[in-house]
Nanobody, 124 residues
Framework: QVQLVESGGGLVQAGDSLRLSCAAS????????AGWFRQAPGKEREFVAA????????VYADSVKGRFTISRDNAKNTVYLQMSSLKPEDTAVYYC?????????????????WGQGTQVTVSS
């Protein structure tokens, strides 16, 4: 089992930055790929970014490319999502997930573990 706890969400203005953290406990988190997803009210959960176990492979959704940065610190069992130039359309609950494969971390259906989510609200 892997337990994931997100933090760092909040209410910000358009153009501001936020850093989300996802702290993991349980099984060896460093062996898992990790992903960030988000879900806005009335919409389906969507992929945001993923990182492989070592941090050597990273992929972003087109909607956040150039503005968001995913990273991980395996010594701290933590994955981060640095969000810059935030837009109102980034408003959503952000979820951290863990998957046994890098590709799996890009697909909500293939993620094995999920955090409880953290709310990000961007005002215009």
């Amino acid at each position: 089992q892997v337990q994931l706890v997100e933090s760092g969400g909040g209410l910000v203005q358009a153009g501001d930055s936020l850093r989300l953290s996802c702290a993991a406990s349980g099984r060896i988190f460093s062996s898992y790929a990790a992903g960030w997803f988000r879900q806005a009210p009335g919409k389906e959960r969507e992929f945001v970014a993923a990182i492989n176990w070592s941090g050597g492979s990273i992929v972003y959704a087109d909607s956040v490319k150039g503005r968001f940065t995913i990273s991980r610190d395996n010594a701290k069992n933590t994955v981060y999502l640095q969000m810059s130039s935030l837009k109102p359309e980034d408003t959503a609950v952000y979820y951290c997930a863990a998957a046994t494969t890098y590709r799996g971390a890009t697909l909500a259906s293939q993620c094995d573990y999920w955090g409880q989510g953290t709310q990000v609200t961007v005002s215009s």
